[in-house]
């Protein structure tokens, strides 16, 4: 399963919407899990603040998509503009992927939290 934020591995972190009865099946529909208390907090602190609505998050990944574009171009220009893609050594590939995918998943927590207005 992965982290509701980040998607990242989630490990033993959840959250559940503490609003609804144990009887009501929404309950057991709003249960997320979390690959840290940061995770958590964030988006606990998303759900006091919205009432336990979820915001649209296509506005907050398309953030997050754009927030990747800097630390790409830094990797890509740190390897030689002039390089294509298609000589890139596998390690070259992998390091492109960690930073956009790093970028992405730190974008998505920030997002959490500042939507929240509560830092965790
Ligand atoms: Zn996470």
């Not at 958590?40 to 919205?50: E, I």
């Not at 890509?76 to 998943?105: F, H, K, M, N, W």
Request: charged share 25%; aromatic share 8%.
């Amino acid at each position: 399963m992965r982290c509701a934020v980040c998607s990242r591995q989630a490990r033993g972190f959840g959250w559940f919407n503490p609003n609804l009865s144990r009887s009501d099946p929404r309950r057991r529909e709003s249960y997320r899990k979390f690959c840290s208390l940061r995770c958590q907090g964030a988006y606990s602190n998303l759900m006091k603040k919205t009432g336990g609505r979820m915001i649209d998050p296509t506005e907050m990944e398309i953030a997050a998509m754009t927030d990747c574009l800097a630390p790409l171009g830094d990797y890509v220009a740190a390897l030689g503009l002039q390089t294509p893609l298609a000589e890139y050594s596998r390690d070259q590939v992998l390091g492109l992927i960690e930073v956009v995918v790093t970028a992405y998943q730190d974008r998505m927590v920030d997002g959490h939290e500042q939507a929240a207005g509560v830092p965790f």
